[in-house]
């Protein structure tokens, strides 16, 4: 079926075939091996099962309100071919494949008053569908001719021509144009001159001082009135005559071979036509300040807001300049949204949209798209940090809806609770609707990464996000319902993915963190200073009083270390058994000597969470490692390491974290540890479990791992402790130590 061609478009993303010759042969070779273009653009095809789920969540609600509000079968009729549904990133079409059939089971059902239609009236309906409702936007040629198949493939209506598509499924950037044409006014932002790769530092700076002089001179003037003419958005009536001839490409009829071919001949001079528009012409100059290369070469060809105004109060700009934005346009495949899908945008948006956008990460971004991600950077409010390519797509996606409409898009899960997610959950908070954890589904196997889908609107949402667990193979997801008074104290949101949100919640709402017993937790050092101690470190058979050890995350373990019995890897040096002697590590570190030295913690900060306790202040932790200083003396000290080495704590962390995890480990941070929950009364009052430690402690051989016995003598204890509930303490039994 047609949903193969997504899986065509996978494999064909993993070959670059070349044509060799050989003599007189001629053979066809593929480079060796795989392509990369499947990593690079980030694209992986969506099982079936997972689009459905899409479906459900977004396209079918937006169906049964619009069938609500309309009387009789013509309103009904109209009121479904009124739907717009988008796919900004599409591939091969999948999602807009599932979109129009369930479409056009809805039209053929009114169509025909009857719950069973035929199946000519289904592929009539289809066939409207696809032509009044499909929307589509994909960067990749490819793409987009794939997407265009598998519509006419789907849609075919025999006696009829192939419906004209190419005004529908546009190839373009997506998060790259113009997106509001009232930025237009506000000129060209300073960023667009930041120094990249290949440019000149005097010619952007030179660039930023002229730009930052005419926004200024600009603002002193108030708004231009030629721009408040041409970015005039009232109503639906088209702001230039090129939207005004589109809407009229548009309204052209297909049902016959020589009106689809007709079509095609005007929106193809519409097309070739569109970019000396004016308004095209100045948002492609607006964009193309952020992409084109800075040198002294070019200096003369890059455009600033003195030039945009030229361009809008309706003067003509240099050849030369216009021409290098127009290459830009074309090699970057700028997409101005109020230009391509003017009537769309001019009702307000999209009531629908569904996707899967790429998975490409910041560093891949920043090494492959330094330009792209530095628009990015400029054009979203939830581009903040390292985020990935995902993240300005999930706001994309809102801005697309119309007031009423809703959007179901899937991405990883690691914006719920990585730091450079902050901002998307900040812009996202009152626009979430619901999020349903697949990511036990393994539904994109290989690539490393845990699915959810997210369900937005573009309004301000008062009602409890739905959170839906799908870990139960064959059954329905079970819901929770987090209220929105809960989800703004919430730091990050990786605990509403958990399948025991309410009884975390529960636990985390009665007890205090844990920052409220340590004085600080965080990396014992800066990179700089790592560094500095790399001539200081030197191997030692029998250490004194006089030397501190060093230990890293791969010779931390609970309650030990192996500092001694494995490798220690230090900045690509190895060692076995590293020190540092105190008096020179006072002197390189002034500031922070009675801090390493201190009675602390010193946690593993990679993969698996492990607790080594140092009670004498004789061991630092490496900067792979995070470092807890506890308040309340030694007792306090012990009581804590044995809560983060505890079953339950690891269950906590797991559940809370587990969005961050790659391949099964999390890299922590000070912020995560503060966050913990910590019975600080039971500590004051009932400190059984510092004595459990404590016993531990004393028996144990250095370098060997605790005993099952006491390490489930702490347990008991650090349960009672947090009164867990005896339901929980059997799912606890699988984050034991391997011992």
Known sequence: NTEELGSVYEGLLELHPQLEQE??????????GAGSDRKTTGSFYTPDALVQELINSALVPVIEDRLSKANGTAEQEQALLDIKVIDPACGSGH??????????????????????????????????????CIYAVDKNPMAVELCKVALWIEAIDPGK???????????????VGVFDPKVLEEGIPDEAYKQLTGDDRTVCSSLKKENSAARKTNSRRGSNRGVQVSLDLSGAKPRSRSQEALQAIE??????LAESAAKQAVYANWLE?????????????????????????????????????????????????????????????????????CEVMARGGFDCALGNPPFIDSELMTKLMPRERAFLNSSFDTTE?????YIPFLERFAQLLSSEGVASVITPNKWLAAPYGAAARAWLRNRLVMIGDVSKSRAFEGIGVSAIFSTLKNQDIKNALRCLDYSSSGQPPAVTEIQPGLL???????????????????????????????????????VAEAYDLIPLIKEEEDASSDFVRLVNTGTVDPYTSMWGHKEFRYLKHKFHRPIIEKCLLKTALPKKYLHLTSPKIILSGLRYFEALPDLSGSVIGSKSTIVARVSGGESHLKAVCGILNSRFMRFIIQECFGALSVDGGISFSGKMIKSLPVPVRFLENHNHIALKVDDLL?????????????????????????????????ELEKYKFNC
């Open 23 to 32: 003599g007189s042969q001629w053979q066809l070779r593929y480079g060796g």
């Open 95 to 132: 999602f807009l494949l599932a979109a129009a059939r369930r479409l056009a089971v809805e039209l053929a059902q009114v169509r025909a008053g009857d719950d069973q239609p035929s199946e000519d009236d289904r592929q009539h309906a289809l066939r409207d569908v696809v032509a009044h």
């Open 161 to 175: 021509p192939l419906s004209f598509l190419d005004a529908h499924i546009q190839c373009g950037d997506s998060l």
């Open 251 to 256: 309204a052209m009829p297909e049902t016959t």
């Open 273 to 341: 036509q569109s970019g000396q528009d004016p308004e095209a012409l100045a948002a492609d100059l607006f964009t193309a300040a952020f992409f084109l290369a800075k040198t002294s070469e070019s200096r003369s060809a890059i455009p600033t807001t003195e030039h945009l105004l030229t361009l809008l109060g309706g003067q003509p700009i240099e050849d030369a300049m216009k021409e290098a934005v127009v290459q830009a346009a074309k090699n970057f495949r700028f997409f101005h949204w109020h230009l391509r899908f």
């Open 385 to 389: 940090g390292n985020w990935d390519l």
């Open 488 to 526: 703004m104290e919430l730091d990050d949101w990786g605990l509403v993915v958990s399948s025991y949100l309410k009884e975390i919640l529960k636990i985390k709402s009665k007890l205090p963190q844990l920052s409220s017993l340590l004085i600080d937790a965080g990396d014992p050092f800066t």
């Open 698 to 730: 004393k028996i144990k051989p250095e370098g060997q791992l605790p005993s099952l016995a006491h390490l489930d003598a702490i347990e008991i204890a650090v349960q009672k402790a947090y009164e867990v509930d005896p339901s929980l303490a059997q």
